[in-house]
């Protein structure tokens, strides 16, 4: 009984594990979306100054 109780946490542990690499991930994955649509606006507001220019 007590191997099954330490299996249970361990498996509860890594669940846990999972969703705080999971969340970090999400979080990080938006970052990098954010960051690489305002260096594309940038980018076309260069673009755009050096046409008109």
Known sequence: MA????EAHTNI???NLFIVFLSVEIIFYNSIEKMVTILLKNI???VKCNINA
């Open 3 to 6: 191997a099954n109780t330490i």
């Open 13 to 15: 542990d890594n669940i």
């Open 44 to 46: 076309i507001n260069i």
